[in-house]
C-alpha cells in the first residue's frame, strides 16, 4: 500500500483535534427526543452515516460534553467493541452533534489534509487490517487509544491530488446513497400500507366487512410458527468456503427490511447458521435494535440471529412486514430474557406472535402491490453491491498513488 511518489505523515502531527466522548450521566435515561444529536458506535459504519436510532441529548448534558463537539468534515472513528475501525466523514446536517466514549472525532488541518480524503483512506482494507491489529492487542476488549490514532501514518498527496481522488470515489458513494434513500421510501410504503390493512383493517372493501372476534368475515389467526419454521442449520467453520456470503448482526441495518450488506467468511472461527434467498432474519440480542429483513442471497450468518423461512410463498410479503413491523419488535424487546451479557428475544414468546391470514382476494391485493416494491428493493440494493465492489477496487490503487488523477 505504501508509496514512495507521496509524503506520508503521522496524524498527530496534521490534526487539530482527535479525541472521544463520553456517556451523559444517566445513560439513555437522559436522552431526549430532539436537541443535540449524540453519535454512537451504532451509528458509524465505513464510509457511511446510519441515522437509525440516533440519540440526543438536553441542553445541559450537551454542555458537558462540549469537549466532545462534532464539525464540518469530521471524521468519526469507532475506537472500541465489535465495531472498533469503522469510520466515516460526519454528515453535514448533524452539526454541532456530540460523541460518546466509543467514537474518536480526527478533526485533520484542511490545508493540509482532505477530511473526506482522510476518511477513504482509514476504509482501505490495508488501513482496516492495521487499526483491527492494533484494537485486538492489550486487552480482553477491542480498542483503538488516542496515542494509537495520533501514530498513524497517513498519505499526504498535493491537494489537489487529493481533492481529485475523492471527487472519483465520491462519484460512487453518491449513487449509492442515492438508493439507499430510494430503498427507505419503498420500505415506508410498503410498511404504511401494512400497517392500513392489518393493524387498523382498512383494506379496500372494509366498509361492508363483517367483523367476527376482532377480524373480519373470512379471516384466521395464526401464530409465527404456523406461518414459517425457524431454520437452525449450523456450519462449523471448516466447512465454510469462499462462496459463502456472511451477513452479521453488524451487518443487518436498522429499520430497514433490506439486507443489503454483507461480506465474505473469511476469519470466522466460530459456529455460524446456513440461510437461503428470501429467508427472513431477526437479530435476537437487544431486539429493539430493530435488526430484522429478508436475505438476497444464500450464505451464514451469526447464532444471535433467527432464521425464518415461509411455509408458504404467498405468505411471504406479509410475513416480512410483520416481522419487521413496530409492534412486532416492541413485542419482542418487552419479553426478553436477561442474559449473562445482554437481553435476548425470547424465541417461544416471537413463534406465539399472531400473524393474520386475510381473505385470498385481499392477500392477493396486498401482494400486487408489496412484491414490486420488495423486487425494487432487492434490485437497488444489488446495485449498491456492485458500486460498493467497484469502489473498493479503485480504493486502494487511488490511495496508493498506483493509478494518476
Keep these: 500500500m505504501r508509496t514512495s511518489k507521496w509524503q506520508w505523515q503521522r496524524l498527530g502531527e496534521i490534526c487539530v483535534k482527535i479525541g472521544s466522548g463520553a456517556t451523559p450521566r444517566g445513560g439513555e435515561a437522559v436522552y431526549t427526543q430532539e436537541g443535540t444529536p449524540l453519535i454512537r458506535s451504532q451509528n458509524v459504519y465505513n464510509g457511511h452515516f446510519a441515522s437509525d436510532g440516533l440519540a440526543f441529548i438536553g441542553e445541559e448534558a450537551s454542555y458537558k460534553l462540549r469537549g466532545a463537539t462534532v464539525l464540518a468534515k469530521d471524521v468519526l472513528l469507532n475506537i472500541t467493541g465489535d465495531s472498533v475501525a469503522r469510520s466515516c466523514v460526519v454528515p453535514d446536517s448533524l452539526v454541532p452533534a456530540r460523541v460518546n466514549q466509543h467514537v474518536a472525532i480526527i478533526r485533520p488541518k484542511e490545508r493540509i489534509l482532505n477530511s473526506k480524503f482522510l476518511g477513504y483512506f482509514l476504509i482501505t482494507p490495508y488501513m482496516q487490517k492495521v487499526m483491527l491489529s492494533w484494537a485486538g492487542t492489550g486487552g480482553t476488549r477491542k480498542a483503538i487509544t488516542k496515542t494509537g490514532i495520533e501514530g498513524f501514518e497517513v498519505p499526504v498527496p498535493p491537494t489537489l491530488i487529493q481533492e481529485s481522488v475523492v471527487s472519483i470515489l465520491s462519484t460512487y458513494d453518491d449513487l449509492i446513497e442515492n438508493n439507499r434513500r430510494r430503498i427507505t421510501l419503498l420500505e415506508e410504503a410498503a410498511r404504511l400500507l401494512y400497517r392500513e390493512w392489518f393493524v387498523h383493517f382498512r383494506f379496500p372493501g372494509h366498509e361492508r366487512a363483517k367483523f367476527v372476534d376482532g377480524l373480519p368475515e373470512g379471516w384466521k389467526r395464526r401464530t409465527l410458527r404456523e406461518t414459517a419454521e425457524t431454520v437452525k442449520v449450523t456450519v462449523k467453520p471448516t466447512e465454510l468456503t469462499d462462496s459463502d456470503a456472511y451477513i452479521g448482526l453488524e451487518h443487518i441495518p436498522r429499520r430497514s427490511f433490506t439486507l443489503s450488506?454483507?461480506?465474505?467468511?473469511?476469519?470466522?472461527?466460530?459456529?455460524?447458521?446456513?440461510?437461503?434467498?428470501?429467508?427472513?432474519?431477526?437479530?435476537?440480542?437487544?431486539?429493539?435494535?430493530?435488526?430484522?429483513?429478508?436475505?438476497?442471497?444464500?450464505?451464514?450468518?451469526?447464532?444471535?440471529?433467527?432464521?425464518?423461512?415461509?411455509?408458504?410463498?404467498?405468505?411471504?410479503?406479509?410475513?416480512?412486514?410483520?416481522?419487521?413491523?413496530?409492534?412486532?419488535?416492541?413485542?419482542?424487546?418487552?419479553?426478553?430474557?436477561?442474559?449473562?451479557?445482554?437481553?435476548?428475544?425470547?424465541?417461544?414468546?416471537?413463534?406465539?406472535?399472531?400473524?393474520?391470514?386475510?381473505?385470498?382476494?385481499?392477500?392477493?391485493?396486498?401482494?400486487?402491490?408489496?412484491?414490486?416494491?420488495?423486487?425494487?428493493?432487492?434490485?437497488?440494493?444489488?446495485?449498491?453491491?456492485?458500486?460498493?465492489?467497484?469502489?473498493?477496487?479503485l480504493l486502494p490503487r487511488l490511495m496508493s498513488g498506483e493509478i494518476a488523477v
Design 261 to 393: 450488506d454483507w461480506t465474505t467468511t473469511a476469519g470466522l472461527a466460530s459456529n455460524k447458521q446456513r440461510f437461503e434467498g428470501g429467508d427472513i432474519l431477526f437479530g435476537k440480542i437487544r431486539p429493539y435494535f430493530h435488526k430484522v429483513g429478508f436475505t438476497l442471497c444464500d450464505g451464514v450468518t451469526s447464532s444471535d440471529a433467527i432464521v425464518w423461512r415461509v411455509r408458504n410463498a404467498d405468505d411471504w410479503p406479509l410475513f416480512v412486514c410483520a416481522t419487521s413491523s413496530d409492534h412486532f419488535v416492541a413485542v419482542a424487546s418487552k419479553t426478553v430474557r436477561e442474559g449473562s451479557k445482554m437481553p435476548r428475544a425470547d424465541e417461544k414468546v416471537l413463534l406465539k406472535y399472531l400473524i393474520p391470514r386475510p381473505s385470498t382476494e385481499v392477500l392477493t391485493m396486498f401482494n400486487d402491490i408489496v412484491l414490486p416494491i420488495t423486487s425494487e428493493c432487492k434490485v437497488l440494493a444489488q446495485q449498491n453491491q456492485k458500486l460498493a465492489q467497484a469502489r473498493d477496487l
